[in-house]
Structure formats: C-alpha cells, structure tokens
T-cell receptor
Framework: GNSVTQMEGPVTLSEEAFLTINCTYT??????LFWYVQYPGEGLQLLLK?????DKGSNKGFEATYRKETTSFHLEKGSVQVSDSAVYLC???????????FGKGTTLSVSS | GAGVSQSPSNKVTEKGKDVELRCDPI?????LYWYRQSLGQGLEFLIY????????KSGLPSDRFSAERTGGSVSTLTIQRTQQEDSAVYLC???????????????FGDGTRLSIL
C-alpha cells in the first residue's frame, strides 16, 4: 500500500535560515501529495498540495515540488520566521482513497 | 459553521467508562474521517464515512470502538469500556469527496483530547 517517510526532528533554526524537510513516498499511481501544519495549540491545517508530477505547491512562502523520479515531496522555505514554529506533516491518500496516510511529523523550532 | 467542529474539546474519564465524541463536518462535505493522534504513534486512521455508510472501518483498533453518521452530517465516535491506552487526541476531518475523490484535501477539526484515568 501507499506509504510516506518523513525526516524526524526536531529541527532547530535561527530566523531567516533556509528550511528543508524531507519527505519520500511509495504509491500506486500518482496520487496528490500534501503538507499539513499544526501550530502550537491549533488544529491541523492544509499548508500546500500538488496534484501531479512536477507540480509545485506553494503557500506562505513554503514550496514543495512533486518529484516522480525521486518519489519525493520535500518542503522548503527560503527564510523562516519565529511564527513558522510548528509540526509539519507530509501526507498522501491511501491506495483505496479512504484515508490520508501521514508521516510521523517534523517539529520545527525557530528562534530569533 | 465554517469549519469542522468537534466536541467536547477535552474529556477526562475513568477507566471502564463509555465516551462519545462528536463531529460536525463542513456543510456539503460528503466524506468524513476519524483519526487518532497519540504520542509516539503519529496520526492513525480509524474510519471513513461516505454519506451515512462506512466503507472503510479498518483502522478501528478493537470492537470497543464504533462510529455512526446520521443525515450525511454529524458523526459520533463511541468508545466502550475505555482503557488507558485509549488516551489520545481524536481528530475528525471532512472533504468534498472521498474514495476515488481522495485527492481532495481534508479539513480537520481541533480534536477532542481524551484522557483516561
């Protein structure tokens, strides 16, 4: 079945540093890929998505490109802010399409 | 409401008691999902509803867990004879379509934090 592997944290960065959080997947076909974010004390929110190979999802300065060749969907941001401190989760639909399969999550802490 | 609403937000109960958790999905969303988030386990799928039927309940951990959905809207997750290992945050999500439409993003509620003493 479909699966996702995400780098585990925590990741600690200074403000304005470059961020990469790695995510690789195994899937039948070419499902959509998602990044979700959970800010402290808040619920899970969709950050960005990509629906096909070479698609780039972007939101709030974050980007991720759907790479079929490397089965990856790495999350990047050029200059992180303290307000980006959160847990980031990579996800894709199950093979049956009846659930989202999530990575373990990566905790990002940004200090000023 | 505008988003997925879950109640209660927190629930503390004694081992052996039954609990009911409620989810109000976004209006018009036909697909509804329950997940569980516990320390060290990440997010685990529990059950998926399309309308009022549950074509995938493969994630329910035991027969103490059940869920129903009525009117294609509100869903209730029931845990009978709770155990300490049931302590977790229970999340509900909804989307416009499920199944072959699973490429639609899911919208999550804030969850119910369940603590079993």
């Amino acid at each position: 079945g479909n699966s996702v592997t995400q780098m585990e944290g925590p990741v600690t960065l200074s403000e304005e540093a470059f961020l990469t959080i790695n995510c690789t997947y195994t899937a039948t076909g070419y499902p959509s890929l998602f990044w979700y974010v959970q800010y402290p004390g808040e619920g899970l929110q969709l950050l960005l998505k990509a629906t096909k190979a070479d698609d780039k999802g972007s939101n709030k300065g974050f980007e991720a490109t759907y790479r079929k060749e490397t089965t990856s969907f790495h999350l990047e941001k050029g200059s992180v802010q303290v307000s980006d401190s959160a847990v980031y989760l990579c996800a894709l639909p199950s093979q049956a399409g009846t659930a989202l399969i999530f990575g373990k999550g990566t905790t990002l802490s940004v200090s000023s | 409401g505008a988003g997925v609403s879950q109640s209660p937000s927190n629930k503390v109960t004694e081992k052996g008691k039954d609990v009911e958790l409620r989810c109000d999905p976004i209006s018009g969303h036909t697909a509804l999902y329950w997940y569980r988030q516990s320390l060290g386990q990440g997010l685990e799928f529990l059950i998926y509803f399309q309308g009022n039927s549950a074509p995938d309940k493969s994630g329910l951990p035991s027969d103490r867990f059940s869920a129903e959905r009525t009117g294609g809207s509100v869903s209730t997750l029931t845990i009978q004879r709770t155990q300490q290992e049931d302590s977790a945050v229970y999340l509900c999500a909804s989307s416009l379509l499920g199944g072959t439409g699973a490429n639609q993003p899911q919208h999550f509620g804030d969850g119910t934090r369940l603590s079993i003493l």
